[in-house]
């Protein structure tokens, strides 16, 4: 049975040219499990918020929407609230109350079902997922973790026929991504759930899911199975683009050449490795020698710090000792809730810590004075980029930041020109932040910091809703500020990201960072904070990390047998 019908569904939102989607056709049937991937910008988050009527954006639509065959428009406001479930990328932007049991039932007195059915619907959500160990903790309290579970739990309470999830585990860190995921593969199993997902990570969605929909420049360009899908796209012309954000499997399989059929999980990666490869020449990539990394004095020395948020409250950070040398890209790994965010905030002077020190080149945080901190020196990209934005349109925005650091105008133009088109984001800049999708926030808040020109980069989370391409561009972003002298300290869920950028990995761990070491020493010996290519390959080879280092290594032990 068709759930939605999608025909010629063009949309343009206002005072744009350019179409978002463009002749989309497509239909969801009940009880499949279908996933939606693309460059960022791509219409994907469009076509999802236009199935949910609530939540429509504004601007010019053509074509038609239909659910169990009712054009969208003529649906019962009663079917479209409840029927049609909701998850959106960021889980503060859903959340409405203030107390957990409360979140679980306040769209079921909305829709003013008796106090006993409601009772009962949100004990059985609130045992199904976990949720009754913090039954009764205010939100504000949680995770970015349990925020996304409990939006998940309270759109199920709700007993939706289909499920839309924008982006669910961007926010989240690998083992509660995977966590995330595995509910979803169950709802879908045991419950016959339609689940609609727009996803960058796929290394767990994209083999458990019925039909894979490959979308660019607001067309789909493939709706097949993804074994299928994973096969075609190494044929398509945008091939270098597309397979950036498939499962490694799929891309060792294309970066191998090879024929047949597409592996598609680490088991099937692992597997055909071991049929096809050989490691008789040569069983690991060997680093060369860190070069110097600036000048003496470390970028960031931080001393047994300590902080908590109030008097009562844990501690989040431990006595916590960390140094990052100048000009170094240094990545922080670690579960949601340890403290990542804090840390960066301590060390940009958001939040005072009640013992020890921070160092900044050499000279004490307390020692910046007024604006010193800020001008030319830090800069902090939070993992909310709405919170960067105070203008209209992303031009004035830019403008606005470019004058408060003394730019001429002429050079402000060129900057901002430059930046933009790195960050492939020129088409957004008369476009208000908020209409921007959340891979376009995140590059349009990077380029606003970058306008900052800082000796230190802070950023929470930079890759976080951006497509493999563009975690490409930033990549080398990232190295140019590096040959410049720029210090980067990132804190990411991003393992491959991390893996591929950084020059060195830590994680956080109770309040603590534990030992920092390279890409290669640091995932090569983990278990869950890994890579999905190091888990495929590492029976085979000793140290290799990333996508590059696998068909780098079966090639000099002679490709494919």
């Known amino acids: 049975m068709e759930l939605f019908s999608i025909k010629d569904l063009s949309f343009t939102y206002p005072d744009e040219a350019q179409k978002v989607l463009n002749s989309v056709n497509l239909t969801v049937s009940e009880g499949e ?8 910008g791509c219409g994907k988050t469009t076509l999802l918020r236009l199935l949910k009527r609530e939540l429509s954006p504004h601007g010019k639509r053509e074509g038609e929407i239909r659910y169990l065959g009712t ?29 957990v049991w409360h979140e679980l039932a306040f769209g079921l007195e909305n829709l003013g079902l008796p106090n006993g059915e409601i009772r009962r619907r949100v004990g059985e959500m609130a045992s ?41 585990t961007s926010q989240l860190d690998p083992v509660g991504a995977a966590e995330f995921i595995t509910t979803l593969h169950k709802l879908n199993r045991d419950l016959g759930l339609t689940i609609l997902l727009v996803e960058h990570r796929l290394e767990e969605v994209f083999a458990i899911a019925d039909k894979a929909v490959v979308m660019d420049r607001g067309r789909v360009l493939f709706n097949d199975t993804p074994r299928t899908v994973g096969g075609l796209l190494r044929d398509c012309p945008e091939k270098g683009r597309m397979l950036l954000g498939m499962p490694s499997a799929v891309r060792i399989f294309s970066g191998l050449n090879a024929t047949g059929a597409c592996p598609l999980t680490v088991k099937e990666g692992r597997l055909f490795l071991k049929a096809h490869a050989s490691n008789q020449a040569c069983r690991r990539i060997e680093d060369g020698e860190l070069k110097p990394l600036g000048k003496e004095l470390p970028a960031v020395q931080t001393k047994e710090l300590w902080f908590r948020y109030e008097r009562n409250l844990p501690d989040v950070l431990k006595g916590l000792y960390l140094t990052v040398e100048q000009g170094e890209i240094f990545a922080v790994l670690g579960e949601n809730g340890s403290g990542k965010s804090t840390m960066l905030r301590a060390i940009s002077g958001q939040n005072a810590a009640y013992r020890g020190k921070v160092e900044l080149f050499g000279k004490k945080l307390q020692s910046y004075k007024g604006t010193e901190l800020y001008r030319h020196n830090v800069a902090f990209l ?3 980029p709405q919170s960067v934005f105070l203008k209209p349109t992303v031009k004035q925005d830019f403008q606005e930041i470019c004058s408060a650091m003394g730019y001429e105008k002429q050079e402000a133009e060129g900057v901002v020109a430059r930046l933009a088109e790195q960050l492939e984001i020129s088409a957004l800049l008369d476009r208000h932040p908020y209409d921007l999708s959340g891979g376009e926030q995140q590059r349009a808040a990077l ?7 800082p000796r230190l980069l802070l950023l929470d989370e930079p890759t976080k809703g951006i497509d493999a391409y563009a975690k490409n561009t930033l990549e080398q972003i990232l190295k140019e500020l590096q040959q410049q002298g720029i210090t980067t300290i990132m804190v990411t869920h991003d393992v491959e990201f991390a893996a591929s950028c950084a020059d060195r990995c830590a994680m956080l761990f109770h309040g603590e960072i534990m030992d920092a070491e390279r890409p290669r020493e640091f995932f090569s010996t983990n278990t869950f904070y890994t890579t999905a290519a190091s888990r495929i390959s590492r029976t085979l080879y000793e140290n290799t990390v990333t996508v590059e280092d696998v068909v780098e290594l079966c090639s000099r032990n002679g490709g494919l047998q």
């Open 33 to 40: 499990f279908m996933v939606v991937c693309g460059p960022s």
């Open 71 to 99: 054009l969208q428009e003529e649906l019962d406001d009663r079917v479209s609230a409840g029927e049609i479930g909701f998850v959106m990328q960021n889980p503060e932007n859903q959340v409405v109350t203030d107390k």
């Open 128 to 168: 199904f997922f976990g949720i009754n160990r913090w039954f009764d903790r205010k939100t504000s309290e949680l995770s970015g973790g349990q925020k996304q579970l409990l939006n998940l739990a309270s759109v199920m309470v709700m007993q939706p026929r289909v499920l839309i999830l924008d982006e669910p």
């Open 382 to 384: 939070p993992q909310d």
């Open 447 to 453: 380029c606003k910091v970058l306008l900052l020109r």
